[in-house]
């Protein structure tokens, strides 16, 4: 008889457990994938704002590529040494140019990480907010055989923890190699994935730079304006065009979109942020459905598994 009635009130536990589910957390999971795919969106969108605000300084660094002075750092360049010519003038005057009146390479960085970190905030925000909505639910629902479950306090922290515990299984699910990318938002990490590959692609890729433009950190803005053959519209295009300094401003902005392309979108070879925060977004809530589904609904352990696990997360042991 004992058996039977236990039996019984599993069986009815399991139940209610399930209705609980399917009316409280997934509608939550739901507005929680959503909320975070939305500002994944928005961390975009401040990257390509970022791109087009850049192109305000278009036109001033034109004008000092035009100017004397870089006309007399071209023609340094060109000078042997003995007769004080250097061979880099040209492209350190650009690049100084660049950095001051478009961008430079720490702002870039900078801007970069604080898209990812937008994002990473606005997770841990959402992921906050569902588990004080469920535990609101909890309030509300009729589980009177389930005190630890109705009375548990999920902190963050410790939801984190049941991620952590997750992760092994769900990575193989998903076939990923790095487990530690899911569990966490590493933002520098992210940032230096997305900028490595699009400096390096942009090293490569003739349709963005002239042929034998190098990249790096430190010549990232001439690399950019390699494209437009900068030696060559110095020294030469003041002799067919009328508007020579906007012609080359023009030719900046077009470089600006197709390098900010570049880097939210990608290419074949090369990760954007785009994809790189949906593989994080995508990854992080299957994370949520497991935690959670293994916290409230995985009954393979004795009877009150689910209400011992998260009473035993609510006190942190």
């Known amino acids: 008889m004992i058996a039977s009635d236990q039996a019984t009130q599993r069986l009815r536990r399991e139940a209610e457990l399930r209705t609980f589910w399917t009316e409280h957390v997934e509608p939550h999971l739901t507005a929680a994938d959503a909320r975070t795919q939305l500002a994944g969106r928005q961390s975009i969108e401040a990257i390509r704002q970022w791109f087009t605000d850049r192109k305000e300084g278009s036109k001033p660094f034109a004008e000092s590529a035009l100017s004397l002075r870089s006309k007399w750092n071209l023609a340094r360049s060109k000078l042997p040494g003995p007769l004080g010519g250097k061979s880099n003038a040209h492209r350190d005057y650009l690049n100084r140019q660049f950095a001051e009146h478009v ?4 702002e870039f960085r900078k801007a970069i990480e604080a898209a990812a970190a937008f994002y990473a905030d606005q997770v841990q925000a959402t992921e906050n907010d569902l588990l004080v ?49 899911v569990t966490s938002f590493a933002v520098s990490e992210v940032a230096a994935v997305v900028l490595t590959a699009a400096v390096t692609r942009l090293g490569v890729s003739t ?9 790096s950190w430190a010549t990232l803005g001439v690399s950019l304006v390699a494209a437009v053959a900068i030696d060559h519209v110095v020294g030469r295009v003041i002799d067919y065009v009328r508007d020579p300094t906007g012609q080359l401003a023009r030719q900046i902005d077009t470089l600006l ?14 990760p954007g942020l785009r994809s790189a925060l949906s593989k994080f977004d995508a990854t992080r809530s299957h994370l949520r459905h497991e935690a959670l589904r293994r916290l409230i609904l995985d009954t393979s352990e004795p009877q009150h598994h689910a209400d011992q696990s998260l009473t035993l997360l609510a006190h942190g042991e």
């Open 207 to 215: 349709g963005i730079l002239a042929a034998g433009a190098g990249t």
């Open 133 to 181: 909505a469920l535990r609101a639910d909890l309030d509300d629902f009729p589980l009177e055989d389930l005190p630890g479950l109705r009375s548990a306090l999920l902190s963050h922290d410790q939801f984190e923890r049941v991620i952590r515990e997750v992760t092994p299984a769900v990575a193989r699910d998903l076939g990923l190699d790095c487990v530690r990318e």
């Open 257 to 270: 979109d197709e390098f900010g392309g570049l880097v939210i979108e990608g290419d074949p070879a090369t």
């Open 103 to 106: 961008f430079s390479p720490d």
